[in-house]
RNA sequence: CGGGGUGUGGCGCAGUUGGCUAGCGCGCCGCGUUUGGGACGCGGAGGUCGGAGGUUCAAGUCCUCUCACCCCGACCA
């Protein structure tokens, strides 16, 4: 993409109104637009990142047996009368409307109802069982305060996964599974090192929940950290009997600031009891199918990342999830430097490396900012510098200095 | 929902005790000079001051209501 062609520019300053340093450098460098309070477009740069994400998420959700599909924004309002949620009373984060007709309608905030009322109509027997699917949806909670920029908005794009198996052994087999799943997503996208595998309330089945913790101080949650096991243990259920239920001492466990980017826990067959979702077994006798739920915050995730390693200058992407790999900036515009720089870019892309050409007639400094601004992994300049023994400079967005060195082995380093 | 704060061109801001054609920086357009870390000169375009109502000879400035946004807290199945 050249850059004199890309649909956003950056600004010299953020607005006044946005507080939170994701939204911030999120905002100036382009990547996305403020709607209203918690509620963010995805311009091209942050819908590459969010789809980069996604790709990653994706590729480990199939591993594990996990099939895609999507559900509907709009609900109906019955499912959640009977598991007792429709009540704003009981769940505060509605969104409704209503038909022409009158009925009411609910706004997608989760939908662990509507998927699992679906599956009354494809799931009667055993051999029907297990099914594992996921959706990327966005989600709609009318938080009655939205903040810390994209991380707690109204509107965001979750990944949730849904479970339904025969019995506790196979789900929990999957559940399994998919927490080493989740791990490898971390690891893939580079917050591996930071986040951590996290107990938390269970809910109405089980004692426990598994949170993803990514340490952050820009996190909402407080967390007990044992960092040699790589166990926490949420605040809200931080007590004597938990900490030695997990065989953990107080002594070694540390108190930190962590955003939740990941959560996964067991209905057992309490949902499907709700809403009767069963199958006959082998034997012939009814059973009802144990469900259990996983999800990833994938434009938390974007907002997790922003604020772990952007520095004074801007951005700072891991390369798996960054919109592009390479941010090539030429440096002066003689023809022969133009011919040289246009010639690079066509190489990187044509041997599918995504490249980012500033080819704008700007001043050094302002090509050079942006490209810090934008943070994307490697920057390469060609300028008069270069012309004569043809070399190029490559710097990552990591380094402070940068290197000269020719196009082999540029192309040997990207390709690395 | 409680408390605190803020709304003035695309962005950041100034605007004294109400007073003249509402300013400044960035950005934008034109011309020229520049070109290795956000250049400079000259000339332009662009706002009716969040909205509604009121007080007044006169309102961006005062009053009432209202909307939006930010922060702290409560909340976060």
Redesign the pocket.
């Known amino acids: 993409m050249r850059l004199s062609k890309l649909f956003t ?12 340093l994701n ?1 911030q450098l999120l905002i ?1 460098a382009g990547y996305i637009y ?1 709607e ?4 963010y477009a995805y311009l091209p740069l942050g819908l590459k990142v969010q789809e980069n994400i996604k790709r990653i998420v994706r590729e480990e959700m199939n591993a594990i047996g996990g099939q895609e599909l999507i559900m509907t924004n709009l609900q109906r309002s019955d499912l959640w009368q009977i598991t007792d ?1 429709w009540d704003e009373a ?4 509605w969104f409704k409307t209503k038909l022409q007709n009158g009925s009411e309608l609910g706004l997608a ?2 939908h ?1 109802e509507p998927i699992t009322d679906m599956m009354r109509n494809y799931i009667s027997s055993y051999r029907d069982l297990p099914i594992n699917v996921y959706q990327f949806q966005t ?1 709609l ?1 009318n ?7 994209i991380m ?1 908005g109204r509107e965001f794009v979750m990944k949730d996964l849904y479970s339904y198996s025969l019995d506790e052994k196979q789900h929990q087999a999957f559940y399994d599974s998919v927490i080493e799943a989740y791990l490898r997503i971390f690891e893939r996208i580079g917050i591996g090192d930071k986040t951590f595998l996290t107990y938390a ?1 269970g ?2 089945f089980t004692k426990f929940s598994h949170e993803f913790q990514t340490l952050t101080p820009a996190g ?2 407080v967390i007990y950290l044992n960092r040699e096991k790589r166990l926490a243990i949420n605040q ?1 259920v931080y007590n004597d009997e938990v900490i030695k239920h997990l065989k953990l001492n107080r002594a070694d466990m540390e108190q930190l600031k962590a955003s939740e980017v990941g ?1 996964i ?1 067991s209905f057992g067959t309490v949902k499907s009891e709700q809403l009767d979702l069963s199958y006959t077994s082998k034997s012939g006798d009814k059973q009802y199918v144990v469900i259990g ?1 996983y ?1 990833i915050g994938i434009t938390r995730l974007i907002g997790v990342i922003t604020e772990l390693f952007a520095d004074q ?2 951005l700072v992407w891991p390369e798996a999830i960054a919109p592009y790999k390479v941010h090539l900036i030429r ?3 003689s023809d022969e430097l133009t011919k040289k720089a246009d010639k690079l870019y066509k190489l990187l892309t044509d041997s599918k490396i995504e490249v980012i050409y500033d080819d704008r ?13 934008l943070g994307i992994p490697h ?1 390469v ?6 012309l004569a023994n043809n070399t190029l ?1 490559w ?1 990552k967005r990591t380094d402070s200095e ?1 290197k000269i060195i020719n196009e082999a082995e540029l192309v040997s380093i990207l390709e690395s």
């Open positions: 520019k950056t600004l010299h300053s953020a607005p006044a109104d946005e507080q939170a939204a100036r403020k209203m309070a918690g509620v949620r009981k769940v505060d984060v905030w989760s662990e989600k909670r938080e009655v305060r939205a903040k810390s920029g707690r309330s809910g109405a909402e949650d809200e959560n826990f739920s999800g200058k801007g440096i002066g515009h007639d700007l001043r050094v400094g302002e090509m050079l900012k942006d490209a810090d601004l920057r300049v060609v300028s008069d510098k270069g400079e710097k940068a």
